[in-house]
């Protein structure tokens, strides 16, 4: 059983950063995609940053330049470092384990429970 755990979310100011962490455990974690996605009230779950396997990684337009993710297969943890956080962020925050490497949320078997970050102006 695959389980994911976020953490790292909280209140920031505009402008200010935050690092999410996500640690995966039952599965060999290194042949697998890892994303990030986001979800505000009353909208759709949209992806936010993902990364294969072999460590290529793909950005919404939303965040490039302010997002970075990375992954550390030895920890079997991802990242998501968030800097210049715009309150248009301001979203729960989930990770998810796929097969393929892809944005959308639909290629995705597992997710974690979610972290919520709040950006206020």
């Known amino acids: 059983q695959v389980q994911l755990v976020e953490s790292g979310g909280g209140l920031v100011q505009a402008g200010g950063s935050l690092r999410l962490s996500c640690a995966a455990s039952g599965r060999t974690f290194s042949s697998y995609a890892m994303g990030w996605f986001r979800q505000a009230p009353g909208k759709e779950r949209e992806l936010v940053a993902t990364?294969?396997?072999?460590?290529?990684?793909y950005y919404a337009d939303s965040v490039k330049g302010r997002f970075t993710i990375s992954r550390d297969n030895a920890k079997n943890t991802v990242y998501l470092q968030m800097n210049s956080l715009k309150p248009e962020d301001t979203a729960l925050y989930y990770c998810a384990l796929g097969q393929l490497f892809s944005a959308w949320p639909r290629e995705y078997d597992y997710w974690g429970q979610g972290t919520q970050v709040t950006v206020s102006s």
């Open positions: 990364i294969s396997g072999g460590g290529r990684e």
